[in-house]
């Protein structure tokens, strides 16, 4: 068995280590050397389809590469893929750099919202008895912003940050529920729980994610995906962030539209009260 994967060498600890799998496993390890930057994109199944075998051996196979698993793998792989180098020789200085590349972002972000789904997804939000968040890490912010702006217009959500929080809410849901999950790969295990006992409870699964195949996506009645985007090494996924919160802010414009605007009008005066001089 091969040591941890370190995220710097995915692809030189699968060819160390390729030639010690059986066939059906070492089949695995080709299609991921011959492909690196197809493989991040791909689900579980079509890497087996490629290698021809099952979804099984590739787990097997990514386990004994010293990978947790798909998921992990894919991961590593995505952090190990070049910048474009057009990133790389962007002229201008910093402040040009990180503008163009948040532009190029959102470009990609544009074209890779499916809009019936978005449509979808705000029918849901607008009339669902009870909607809980969950995201956690890097994708919490994002989705802690849009569940205040859902209250503003007049859809009161639940979004507790707490790990436990979220099951806890998830497991009281019901049908005409709806769950509202946020995750950059897809893949975060506390989120995936908590979707999982939402959609045990009967609830509706809408989700956000940066990849059109995950498997939080596998686990949505309504899934919408932003592209992956930015430097693939960075801890924090910041561009694709960008995405996601400007796919939030348009979800929550879909679902003000299927509300009543008296709502939005109360809560301006929330806001109006709370920016008013104070007299003693």
């Not at 561009?239 to 919160?245: A, D, N, Q, V």
């Given at each position: 068995m091969p040591p941890s994967a370190a995220p710097s060498s995915a692809l030189a600890l699968i060819r160390a280590f390729a030639a010690t799998l059986g066939q059906s496993e070492g089949a695995v390890a080709r299609v991921i050397l011959d492909r690196p930057a197809d493989v991040?994109?791909?689900?579980?199944q079509e890497l087996a389809t490629a290698a021809g075998?099952?979804?099984?051996?590739?787990?097997?196979?990514?386990?004994?590469?010293?990978?947790?698993?798909?998921?992990?793998?894919?991961?590593?792989?995505a952090r190990e893929l070049p910048a474009p180098s057009s990133d790389e020789h962007a002229p201008g200085d910093s402040i040009d750099r990180m503008f163009e590349s948040a532009r190029a972002a959102l470009r990609v972000g544009q074209r890779s919202i499916d809009r019936t789904a978005l449509t979808d997804a705000?029918?849901?939000?607008?009339?669902?008895?009870?909607?809980?968040?969950?995201?956690?890490?890097?994708s919490a912010p994002p989705l802690q912003d849009a569940a205040m702006r859902l209250t503003t217009v007049g859809r009161p959500v639940e979004a507790p940050l707490d790990i436990l929080a979220q099951q806890f809410a998830a497991h009281s849901l019901n049908e005409g529920d709806v769950c509202l999950a946020l995750s950059h790969s897809g893949a975060n295990a506390h989120t995936l729980a908590t979707v999982r006992a939402a959609?045990?409870?009967?609830?509706?699964?809408?989700?956000?994610?940066?990849?059109?195949?995950?498997?939080?996506?596998?686990?949505?009645?309504?899934?919408?995906?932003?592209?992956?985007?930015?430097?693939?090494?960075?801890?924090?996924?910041f561009?694709?962030?960008?995405?996601?919160?400007v796919l939030l802010q348009t979800l929550i414009a879909e679902v003000a539209g299927l509300r009543s605007t008296a709502d939005a009008f109360d809560m301006r005066e929330v806001v109006a009260d709370a920016l008013a001089d104070s007299h003693p």
């Open positions: 991040p994109q791909w689900s579980t075998t099952s979804t099984a051996t590739v787990i097997r196979a990514c386990q004994r590469l010293g990978f947790r698993g798909f998921q992990h793998l894919r991961l590593e792989l705000a029918a849901l939000l607008a009339r669902a008895s009870r909607v809980v968040c969950a995201a956690n890490g890097f959609r045990k409870r009967g609830a509706r699964i809408i989700t956000l994610c940066s990849y059109e195949r995950a498997p939080l996506v596998e686990l949505s009645d309504v899934a919408l995906s932003t592209g992956a985007v930015g430097t693939h090494h960075a801890v924090d996924p561009f694709s962030r960008l995405g996601h919160s």
